[in-house]
Nanobody, 121 residues
Framework: QLQFVESGGGLVQPGGSLRLSCTAS????????MGWFRQAPGKEREGVSC????????NYADSVKGRFTISRDNAKNTMYLQMNNLKPEDTAVYYC??????????????WGQGTQVTVSS
């Protein structure tokens, strides 16, 4: 079963950028659509973005379109999320998991430890 380790989070000022990484192990990463999810304090986890197994298709939540870019390197079993023009409302713990490309819903209940992103001046 695939397992994931997220990294790259941190504290950044509004308008700043971060690049998150998700490294997979224990399965065939390249077979699956993969996505980023986030959970802010007191809120439910939400889908941020999803990328197809071959990187040919992507999908984004409306709240991040034009600011975030998802990508993957199947040779490295790694997925990325480039986050630009960050806003305080982007503050959350970010997770990666298998996803449904159309809905950006997760296809698993197995979550890693996540990486904290805090956007604050």
């Amino acid at each position: 079963q695939l397992q994931f380790v997220e990294s790259g989070g941190g504290l950044v000022q509004p308008g700043g950028s971060l690049r998150l990484s998700c490294t997979a192990s224990g399965g065939t990463f390249a077979f699956y659509a993969m996505g980023w999810f986030r959970q802010a304090p007191g809120k439910e986890r939400e889908g941020v973005s999803c990328i197809s197994s071959s990187s040919g298709r992507t999908n984004y939540a409306d709240s991040v379109k034009g600011r975030f870019t998802i990508s993957r390197d199947n040779a490295k079993n790694t997925m990325y999320l480039q986050m630009n023009n960050l806003k305080p409302e982007d503050t959350a713990v970010y997770y990666c998991a298998r996803c449904d490309l159309t809905t950006i819903h997760t296809l698993t209940n197995a979550w890693g430890q996540g990486t904290q992103v805090t956007v604050s001046s």
